[in-house]
């Protein structure tokens, strides 16, 4: 700074104070510099706009500027100047607001010396360098940043369009392939049929990808929405055990599927678990040697609240330092995949997130040499433990201190279970994975949330708004109203009694009376089931289920039930043979029977069988409960043979 | 008693063929489309039992043909299966809205779509006759976890 030629701006209207000002200048070591003094707010301005100046004097008590205000005026005008504001008074605070307000430094007159002012002029300077390339690096930064999100949309744009593209070419190979290999287009020899299993699975394995990467996509853009609800595991392992008996047959190995018996009802998106677990066993045959074993196995676990699942291998196992890394997303582990495809190494890091989606944690042990297990847990349907997790996780999330609120969402009382059950997907879908999502009644959900107090109302809004929306383009007549109704927000601490306590209030059940009659409902679609004896439920009834006709019978057996509910197609045994059984059996003979078919044809045969009343689906519910009524109070019909 | 009727539309062709070989199989009549307007078109000149369609066609989407459907009285009642290769939520959620069914490409299609339809149709599944041995042993896949509701889903509408 010495020896180049400082431009000082001194606005100063008393004569004296500038006096001494200029004469402490000539005195310091800064030999070069140019010094213009006005004594106005006004004409400053004019000047600071037509020159360039390097740091400003400014006088607070210029007549007619009260306090900071001259500072402001000029600092509004000019970014880049250093102002170094000159006081005769003592306060303290007015320096400090005088930094705040965009002054460099503040020096009081009485103690303007030499070597003072040049130090007070020098680190002004400096100072507001420093200020303007900190605003000029945020900018660059900030245009960066713009430009990197806009990549990142349009490679995510691109994955997901790319992506969904290729099903359905692995359709259409799939298809063709199944068609020859099942001899529709010529017979097959045994040798072309195993090799047309293997086409069939890699076309598999290249689904599996295209999953993983439209997966990955949606976790990392926070889109992947969970339908979590209460699910029994059996249903989940039904669902993937065709999938992956092909696939352990096609590379000659043997898998046993065994889960307990009678596990408790968890808690949990079945398909998400499904997909867990068939990213876990397609690992586990994959890294199977011929011959080998993969067991999938179910542990129960009370004391925690939870089922354990696990995959269990005898393959080459894992090594110490992979094991630590196995979860990180593309982390390969090499030298297994005998003939299988090797894949991108998400399926493992998309295990872990949807796992944690599910309010679950995943584990893996190893032995080199021996085998690996792979195990993640789902919790027990047990609300008050449900409500403990989602708090845990959102607190683990957030890196601020984050509160919940608890929202209750309400719908008319009377609703059908197939509308309730569109409410309940659309609510999973409005509140995010974060959130916890329970039905407790067919009309009712109680909704802890991650939201802090001011962003309530504006989050039921939108979610009210979103509902409207989708109910205006439903071509079967609008939905009922959702009511969305905070019950307060909470901060989210070590015990969260208080909500705790708060929501096990909303979870007591409105004393329903109790019709005291058990009604056995019989369907195959799960969903129907779940939806009805939910209503049914409501309404004070006992419910048993069951899912085909061999389990109706044994439980009509078991259990005498008041009346029996039940779909015709079914597996295993159909509703009509079922019917013939119970009416032939003598314990069974005598509980009313109310068969459920979409066919009409059905009506004669159920009626000649012994059914009490034939109801064609889709079939209101009214006229439902009156038949179930009607049936429980005359137990035997009056025209009976 | 005249044979039932499906309605197949997808731009690919080749999974229309063999999708038609497979319901000609099961003795229903089969009339295709590669697009939605000849879709609309053929669904109301031939009134089929039962209806799949691809979402993402040429001259319009799936999708809405579907909504068209549902506002037309006289084929309001006609069964949608909706086969496609998008699998996010907002489409699956517009399915079951519609009341129609929903199927993932490049899963198992024809072993998911085949109860659907016999159920829908009132028909029995494949004879085993034409089918290898160890197919007729395989497990039943039970049916799609988010299946639309279309059993009650007329209720809805009163």
Known sequence: MIGQRLRILLVEDDAGDARLVQIALQKTRQTDFHLQTTRSLETAEQLLAAEQFDVVLLDLGLPGCGGLDALRAIRRHDNDTAIVVLTGNTDETLAAEAVTEGAQDCLHKDEITPSGLQRVLRYAMQRQQMLVQLQQTTELLNQKNRRLSQLCETAHQFVDHVSHEFRTPLTVIKEFVTIVRDGLAGQVSQQQRKFLEIVNDRADDLAIIVDDMLDVSKLEAGQLSVWRRPTQLDEVFDHVRPILQRKAAIKEINLEITPEADLPGVFCDPEKIGRILVNLAVNAIKFCDENGTVKIWTRNCPESSEVIVGITDDGAGISPENLQRIFERFHQVDGASRCSTKGFGLGLSIAKELVDLNFGHIDAESELGKGSTFSFSVPFFHPDELVGRCLQRIEQLQAMPASATLIIASVDPSIEPAASNVVDEFLHHAFRGDDLVLQTQPQKWIIVANCPAEEVDDRCSHVLVSWNEANRMRPRGILPDIELRSEGTWPIAAQNEELTAAFRTQFVTEETPSRSATILVVDDDREMLRGLSLRLKASGYDILTACDGAEAIRLAGEHHPDAILMDNYMPVMDGLEALGRLVGQPDTAGIPVIMISASRRDERKSLQQGARFFLQKPCALNTLFSALEDVIENPVSAGAC | ?158
């Not at chain 2, 197949?8 to 999974?15: G, K, P, S």
């Not at chain 2, 939605?36 to 000149?45: Q, W």
């Not at chain 2, 009134?47 to 506002?71: F, K, Q, T, Y």
């Open chain 2, 1 to 158: 008693m005249s044979p039932k009727k499906i309605l197949i539309a997808d731009d690919d062709r080749d999974l229309v063929r063999v999708l038609q070989m497979r319901c000609r199989q099961l003795g229903v009549d089969v009339i295709t489309a590669h697009d939605a307007m000849t879709a609309l078109t053929l669904i109301h000149e031939q009134r089929p039992d039962l209806v799949c369609l691809d979402i993402s066609m040429p001259a319009g989407s799936g999708l809405s043909v579907c909504e068209m459907l549902s506002s037309d009285e006289n084929l309001s009642s006609t069964a949608v299966i909706m086969l496609t290769g998008s699998n996010d939520e907002e489409t699956i959620r517009r399915c079951h809205e519609l009341c129609a069914y929903y199927v993932l490409k490049s899963s198992d299609v024809w072993q998911r779509m085949e109860p659907i339809v016999c159920e829908l149709l009132e028909i029995q599944p494949a004879a085993c006759g034409a089918i290898g041995a160890e197919n007729a042993q395989e497990p039943q896949e039970p049916r799609y976890f988010r299946r639309g509701l279309s059993g009650l889903c007329d209720v809805i509408s009163r």
